[in-house]
T-cell receptor, first 113, second 110 residues
Framework: NAGVMQNPRHLVRRRGQEARLRCSPM?????VYWYRQLPEEGLKFMVY????????ESGMPKERFSAEFPKEGPSILRIQQVVRGDSAAYFC???????????FGSGTQLSVL | GQQLNQSPQSMFIQEGEDVSMNCTSS?????WLWYKQDPGEGPVLLIA?????ELTSNGRLTAQFGITRKDSFLNISASIPSDVGIYFC??????????FGTGTRLTIIP
């Protein structure tokens, strides 16, 4: 009865490299959400996906960031050409339906050197 | 966009004391959730509220959904060391994304 699984837990990238963050939702959950958290701050919504569809990407920067949730496999948050300001904890959450309680993974801490 | 303000920002209490924190919104929600986050971990759901006026308990935790649908509070009775962490309220309306509050950091003074 695994919860939301995120990997890697820690990711170090140099400026200009790509970061790929993976999230496997809880079994039976088809809705995935990505949030970003800076130190000492709350969680900021980035994107909401339902299998193969992006439902709401209003919190995701238009440049360099993309997200997908394919029919098979985990959801991926991709950050191209990372900059220092991308350093943050990125959390994935899943739910069985929209507007329902979210269950979070342990996060990926991205550090950009 | 929707904003959730939590107060207080931080609390310093002694073990055994009761704790009260609240969350207010600039717009109405139809679901309120309370989460706790430990350092280096993701938020863990504590209590979910679905109806205005609803009062729900989970062990030593009690939360209420305000009548106006724009606020909620969380109480912790007889605090213990493992209660230390950051508490976040979160709200949603319809099938929209969950919006998080600014957090209340709870510290227990020995």
């Amino acid at each position: 009865n695994a919860g939301v699984m995120q990997n890697p837990r820690h990711l170090v990238r140099r400026r200009g490299q790509e970061a790929r963050l993976r999230c496997s939702p809880m079994k039976g959950h088809s809705h995935v959400y990505w949030y970003r958290q800076l130190p000492e701050e709350g969680l900021k919504f980035m994107v909401y996906l339902q299998k193969e569809n992006i439902i709401d990407e209003s919190g995701m920067p238009k440049e360099r960031f993309s997200a997908e949730f394919p029919k098979e496999g985990p959801s991926i948050l991709r950050i191209q050409q990372v900059v220092r300001g991308d350093s943050a904890a990125y959390f994935c959450a899943s739910s069985p339906g929209g507007g329902e309680k979210l269950f979070f993974g342990s996060g990926t801490q991205l550090s950009v050197l | 966009g929707q904003q959730l303000n939590q107060s207080p920002q931080s609390m310093f209490i002694q073990e055994g004391e009761d704790v009260s924190m609240n969350c207010t919104s600039s717009s109405i929600f139809n679901t309120w959730l309370w989460y706790k986050q430990d350092p280096g971990e993701g938020p863990v759901l504590l209590i979910a509220l679905y109806k205005a006026g609803e009062l729900t308990s989970n062990g030593r935790l009690t939360a209420q959904f305000g009548i106006t649908r724009k606020d909620s509070f969380l109480n912790i009775s007889a605090s213990i060391p493992s209660d230390v962490g950051i508490y976040f309220c979160a709200g949603t309306f319809g099938n929209e994304k969950l919006t998080f509050g600014t957090g209340t950091r709870l510290t227990i003074i020995p």
